[in-house]
C-alpha cells in the first residue's frame, strides 16, 4: 500500500471498537480526509495522544485505492492548542471553526487556503480572547474559499453598485439567491432582510484582504449585529443544515449574559 505524509488539523475524533479512533482530518495536499487510526487509545508511542481536536499535526497514512477510509500509521503534533481545551468559551469557538470545515470542504479535494485560514484561525483563538468579529471573519472567508461567495457589491437586478446607491444606504440580502438587491427591487423577492450598504462593503472587503491584515479588523456594532443576522443564516441555507455548535455557543453566551453585569468599559465602541 503507498504511504503519504502531509500536514493535518484534526477536525473530528470518535473512538471505535476496543481500541481504534475514526479520524477526520482537514489536510494541506488532500483537503478532508477521513482515517482509521488502529491502537489510537492503546499506542502512546506511534500517536502520542496527537488525534485530540485542533490538533495540527504531520501525518503519515497508507492508502490503499485513493477510497473509502486511509490508515493512519503515526503522526508527530505540531501545534496542540492547549490554552484552546482550557476555556470553554474557546472550545466553543474552534468547534465552530471546525464543523464549518467539515461541512463545506469536499473529500480529498485540496484547498490549501482554506487550511491556512483554519491554522491561522485556531492560532489566534489559542494566543487571544474569542472575540465575535472572528466567527464572521471566518464565515466571510470560509464562503469565499468554497465557492459561497455572496454577491455584496451590486443589486442583483438592476445592478447598481455602491457608488450608485449612496443615496439609500438600505440595501436587502436574499439568503437563496445568495446576493443583495436594493430596495427598489427588493418588491420583486420574497424573504428578504434589510442591511446597511456599510456593511456589505465591510463584507467584501474581508473576503479580499490579505489573511494577516484581517485579523486586526473590528466591526461597529450596527456591523456586527448585521452580519450576525446574515452570514449564519446564509450558511444554513447554503449547507441545508443548522451548524450545532454554533447554537451551543449562543446557548452558553445568553447564559452567561443573563448572570453577568454588562461591563460599562466593554466592547462596542467599534
Ligand atoms: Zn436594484
Known sequence: ??????????????????????????TTDFGRLKGIAKGARRSRKRFQNALGLFSHLRLIFFDKEGMGLVRAESCDILHSFPKIKEDLKKI?????????????????????????????????????????????????????????????????????????LKECP?????????????????????????????TARLIEKVSQLELPKIQRLRFTLQALSESREIL?????????????????????EANLSSHLPLSPGGRGTG
Open 92 to 164: 466553543l469557538y474552534g468547534n465552530y471553526y471546525l464543523e464549518l470545515v467539515n461541512e463545506m470542504a469536499g473529500e480529498r479535494e485540496e484547498n490549501r487556503e482554506a487550511f491556512e485560514l483554519l491554522l491561522s484561525f485556531l492560532s489566534n483563538l489559542e494566543s487571544t480572547e474569542p472575540q465575535e468579529e472572528q466567527l464572521r471573519l471566518f464565515e466571510i472567508r470560509m464562503l469565499s474559499l468554497f465557492g459561497y461567495h455572496p454577491n455584496m457589491k451590486r443589486c442583483e437586478l438592476c445592478k447598481r453598485d455602491w457608488e450608485d
Open 170 to 198: 438600505t440595501v436587502f440580502f436574499s439568503f437563496e439567491k445568495g446576493t443583495m438587491v436594493c430596495e427598489r427591487c427588493s418588491k420583486a423577492w420574497n424573504h428578504l432582510v434589510p442591511f446597511s450598504l456599510g
Open 232 to 252: 449564519p443564516k446564509f450558511i444554513n441555507y447554503q449547507l441545508g443544515k443548522e451548524m450545532k455548535s454554533l447554537k451551543a455557543l449562543r446557548g452558553i
Open 1 to 26: 500500500m503507498p504511504l503519504f505524509k502531509t500536514n493535518a488539523i484534526v477536525i473530528r475524533s470518535l473512538n471505535y471498537g476496543e481500541s481504534d479512533k475514526i479520524i477526520t482530518f482537514f
